[in-house]
């Protein structure tokens, strides 16, 4: 083993060997890492190796915190001799933060505390204007927000040219403003510099010592979104859904959600699991009779999708450990005379949520419960009670295996979903 402080010359730049990857890694590698992070100090180690800031998994060691791609890739150099660079695997769940916890330590998710804390001051007090007899905080910035935030959550370009944000942020401020307002997506484009988590670029100085007139806008053609430190922020998802659910509470409260969302491309967050899609029902096009009642056999077409390869062993791991029996309702199902049950993931995996797949995030229950979990009907509670986000549900403990770990993060995010959809949203 290197020993641990040891200076790798940054210089060198060996090629990734076949076969050697996260596997090689071992615990005294990780370890090593740690204390040259320690003897360098953070920004010195990340720039020697190459790395950035993590955005979404820290390490956790004896209370102090590393960014856990970066421990990886010099840990990998400990134990191989080739120090990966970023730019050389993949982070996340399924890759880096799986590898360490294998290991026995502690990865956590998210952006610093302070960071995010203040980012959603800022959206608590954004500057708004009040219209004329109307007390309500004009709706123009909100709105906008939203829309930057479903562009961020599709990995977007930052920044949008004028002509894009007015054609499509003003049918939003029409259809989700208050009543009677004008529509001028000008005003969000411009004054939302005031939350410092936005700039516009493209304005000549001369001209920007006041508000350009939308004839300035459309003469340079400035762009406008997110600063780089908050579309930084915003890219960890934990983030992300912390800010919608601020601004809806703050300034949308009585917007119905599931149309808010439809309109400003957030339909992702309506559901916790993978969003149905009408046009995949098999009789949409059939033949039919008179009574509309489906004729002859089913039509058939050709489709090409990508979908997320899950791990199957986590899957019969979970469903083994709870005895396929259903950790919300306790039953017990039967089909072609084997038990069956169905492994939920907590945070779902695909877009927007980007949740791991791993065994703290997955819940054995059965499929009636797994569309009401997923369709955001029902949540657990702080105190691990199972609720009805309707309060039409009797309340009733999750059931846990004691060797069945839940990450409380996990729980906690879809417990927010279910808050920022919910009509009536005090789920804790």
Same mark, same amino acid.
């Given at each position: 083993?290197?020993?641990?402080? #040891?200076?790798?010359? !940054?210089?060198?730049?060996?090629?990734?060997?076949?076969?050697?990857?996260?596997?090689?890694?071992?615990?005294?590698?990780?370890?090593?890492?740690?204390?040259?992070?320690?003897?360098?100090? #953070?920004?010195?180690?990340?720039?020697?190796?190459?790395? $950035?800031?993590?955005?979404?998994?820290?390490?956790?060691?004896?209370?102090?915190?590393?960014? !856990?791609?970066?421990?990886?890739?010099?840990?990998?150099?400990?134990?191989?001799?080739?120090?990966?660079?970023?730019?050389?695997?993949? %982070?996340?769940?399924?890759?880096?933060?799986?590898?360490?916890?294998?290991?026995? &330590?502690?990865?956590?998710?998210?952006?610093?505390?302070?960071?995010?804390?203040?980012?959603?001051?800022?959206?608590?007090?954004?500057?708004?204007?009040?219209? /004329?007899?109307?007390?309500? /905080?004009?709706?123009?910035?909100?709105?906008?927000?939203?829309?930057?935030?479903?562009?961020?959550?599709?990995?977007?370009?930052?920044?949008?040219?004028? @002509?894009? &944000?007015?054609?499509?942020?003003? @049918?939003?401020?029409?259809?989700?403003?208050?009543?009677?307002?004008?529509?001028?997506?000008?005003?969000?484009?411009?004054?939302?510099? %005031?939350?410092?988590?936005?700039?516009?670029? $493209?304005?000549?100085?001369?001209?920007?010592?006041?508000?350009?007139?939308?004839?300035? &806008?459309?003469?340079?053609?400035?762009?406008?979104?997110?600063?780089?430190?908050?579309?930084?922020?915003?890219?960890?998802?934990?983030?992300?859904?912390?800010?919608?659910?601020?601004?809806?509470?703050?300034?949308?409260?009585?917007?119905?959600?599931?149309?808010?969302?439809? %309109?400003?491309?957030?339909?992702?967050?309506?559901?916790? $699991?993978?969003?149905?899609?009408?046009?995949?029902?098999?009789?949409?096009?059939?033949?039919?009779?008179?009574?509309?009642?489906?004729?002859?056999?089913?039509?058939?077409?050709?489709?090409?999708?990508?979908?997320?390869?899950?791990?199957?062993?986590?899957?019969?791991?979970?469903?083994?450990?709870?005895?396929?029996?259903?950790?919300?309702?306790?039953?017990?199902?039967?089909?072609?005379?084997?038990?069956?049950?169905?492994?939920?993931?907590?945070?779902?995996?695909?877009?927007?949520?980007?949740?791991?797949?791993?065994?703290?995030?997955?819940?054995?229950?059965?499929?009636?419960?797994?569309?009401?979990?997923? %369709?955001?009907?029902?949540?657990?509670?702080?105190?691990?009670?199972?609720?009805?986000? #309707?309060?039409?549900?009797? /309340?009733?403990?999750?059931?846990?295996? /004691?060797?069945?770990?839940?990450?409380?993060?996990?729980?906690?995010?879809?417990?927010?979903?279910?808050?920022?959809?919910?009509?009536?949203?005090?789920?804790?």
């Amino acid at each position: 083993m290197i020993a641990a402080g #040891r200076i790798h010359d !940054s210089s060198y730049r060996p090629t990734s060997l076949p076969g050697m990857g996260l596997g090689d890694i071992r615990y005294e590698h990780v370890i090593a890492a740690t204390e040259e992070f320690r003897c360098l100090g #953070r920004d010195e180690f990340l720039r020697t190796y190459s790395f $950035g800031r993590a955005m979404s998994y820290e390490l956790v060691l004896d209370d102090r915190r590393y960014d !856990s791609k970066a421990i990886a890739g010099v840990a990998h150099g400990y134990a191989t001799g080739v120090f990966w660079k970023a730019r050389d695997f993949s %982070g996340g769940a399924a890759t880096v933060a799986r590898c360490l916890r294998e290991l026995g &330590f502690v990865v956590e998710t998210g952006e610093p505390s302070s960071n995010r804390a203040a980012l959603l001051a800022r959206l608590r007090n954004l500057k708004v204007s009040h219209g /004329p007899g109307n007390p309500a /905080p004009s709706r123009h910035q909100p709105l906008s927000l939203l829309w930057a935030i479903s562009r961020a959550a599709d990995e977007r370009p930052r920044l949008t040219p004028w @002509p894009t &944000f007015r054609d499509e942020v003003g @049918p939003l401020l029409v259809e989700f403003g208050l009543p009677n307002a004008k529509a001028t997506p000008e005003y969000p484009f411009w004054h939302l510099q %005031g939350s410092e988590l936005w700039e516009v670029r $493209g304005i000549p100085a001369e001209l920007a010592k006041r508000m350009p007139t939308t004839g300035t &806008f459309d003469e340079h053609h400035p762009q406008a979104g997110f600063t780089v430190e908050t579309a930084n922020l915003l890219r960890d998802p934990v983030t992300r859904l912390e800010a919608i659910a601020t601004i809806c509470e703050t300034y949308l409260e009585d917007v119905d959600r599931q149309a808010l969302f439809a %309109g400003t491309g957030l339909s992702g967050y309506t559901t916790a $699991g993978d969003l149905l899609n009408p046009s995949e029902d098999g009789n949409a096009d059939g033949a039919t009779d008179e009574y509309g009642r489906a004729i002859g056999p089913a039509p058939r077409r050709d489709a090409t999708r990508s979908v997320i390869v899950r791990d199957e062993a986590l899957a019969r791991r979970v469903k083994e450990l709870e005895g396929n029996r259903c950790q919300i309702c306790g039953t017990t199902l039967r089909y072609l005379n084997r038990p069956y049950s169905q492994a939920a993931h907590i945070r779902g995996l695909g877009s927007p949520h980007h949740g791991p797949d791993e065994l703290q995030n997955l819940l054995c229950l059965c499929p009636n419960c797994h569309v009401l979990f997923d %369709g955001l009907e029902i949540y657990v509670d702080p105190d691990g009670l199972v609720r009805g986000t #309707r309060g039409d549900r009797d /309340p009733r403990p999750l059931r846990r295996d /004691p060797r069945h770990p839940m990450d409380e993060a996990h729980i906690a995010y879809h417990r927010t979903l279910c808050a920022l959809t919910a009509r009536k949203p005090e789920v804790g």
